[in-house]
């Protein structure tokens, strides 16, 4: 077992902040670890809630840049309450190590959901973009960006009545108005494929970046693939100047609406001032598409295909 590992699983069985007592390791990213673990009210108490704890790696705890963005990102998410954003806790510490806590979620992130179907139901499409939107309007009114939306930080959650859920993930790029970022980030942030002309520039970024971002996802979702693909910087010139292909020449068996396709060309309008002017008006504009009615009928091949079988799921967590 690779070192690394051997530490991530040396905290399991411990307790955590006197109230946190860590059941299993459930994954490792570049900057930390997440575990299942049992919230405690009082430490030798037999059973709790259950949440994800996020631990920042060992061997980053000496990296002020990183401790730094770690404890942004929790800042920055528990700022925002929403039943479409993954509810995270203020940051605590367990020793030298910075963690928090976050709701523990079942099921698939988008991206999964996309690799089973290509592409989705424009009926379900529609519906997990406006949610999208909502928890994303939520974030910029409590004044924070979020600057990396994409299917890996859209997680579907398949409640027990049937219902999926949509949960935004992952406030590791975020940007919080009103405070500076120095050195935390490079210039250029977020994931290449979905980033607004304007983020991939290097310039201020504001929620018009994040309504171009859904719009991109909302495009994947409805064709089966983004609209630029390439190495960087030649995707961010593609964003910046070329108009993305028309969702029919990609997916020439999509059925949209006049509405739905006027929706994703507004929201990928390269000036952001020509985009929605917020989240809420791309969502009021996604909700009045015929597609949105049609959100109860049954699914079609695409959007069967995209259920994935219940050993497929996993706990939703953002290492």
């Known amino acids: 077992m690779p070192p690394a590992r051997v530490a991530a699983e040396a905290l399991v069985g411990k307790l955590l902040c006197n109230k946190y007592r860590v059941v299993q390791l459930l994954g490792s990213g570049g900057v930390g670890h997440v575990y299942l673990a049992e919230r405690l009210e009082r430490p030798h108490e037999a059973a709790a809630a259950r949440v994800a704890v996020k631990v920042l790696r060992a061997e980053l705890r000496d990296d002020p840049l990183l401790v730094a963005r770690f404890e942004r990102e929790a800042a920055a998410a528990s700022r925002v309450r929403h039943p479409n954003v993954l509810r995270v806790e203020a940051l605590e510490r367990a020793g030298d190590a ?7 979620l079942v099921g698939l992130d988008l991206a999964d959901t996309l690799t089973f179907a290509r592409s989705l139901a424009p009926s379900r499409a529609v519906r997990i973009a406006a949610d999208a939107a909502a928890g994303l309007e939520a974030a910029h009114r409590a004044g924070v960006l979020h600057r990396d939306v994409k299917p890996e930080n859209l997680f579907l ?54 309504v171009y971002s859904l719009g991109i996802v909302l495009y994947e979702m409805l064709v089966g693939r983004v609209p630029f693909q390439g190495p960087y910087p030649a995707i961010a010139e593609k964003h910046g100047r070329e108009p993305p292909p028309p969702m029919h020449r990609l997916h020439p068996g999509l059925l949209v609406s006049r509405e739905l396709d006027a929706v994703v060309r507004k929201a990928l309008v390269k000036d952001p001032r020509g985009r929605f002017a917020s989240m809420a008006e791309l969502r009021q504009a996604l909700l009045a598409t015929p597609e ?16 994935a079988p219940p050993g497929a799921e996993h706990w939703g967590t953002k290492p």
């Open 157 to 210: 959650v398949h409640a027990a009545d049937g219902r999926e859920i949509v949960k935004l993930l992952d406030f590791g790029f975020s940007f919080t108005q009103g405070q500076g970022e120095g050195a935390l980030f490079p210039r250029v942030v977020g994931t290449p494929e979905y980033m607004a002309p304007e983020q991939a520039q290097g310039a201020p970024a504001g929620p018009a970046a994040d």
């Open 98 to 104: 910075p963690c928090f806590a976050m709701e523990l």
């Open 292 to 307: 949105a009615s049609a959100g109860a009928a049954p699914s079609g091949p695409s959007d069967a295909a995209a259920r």
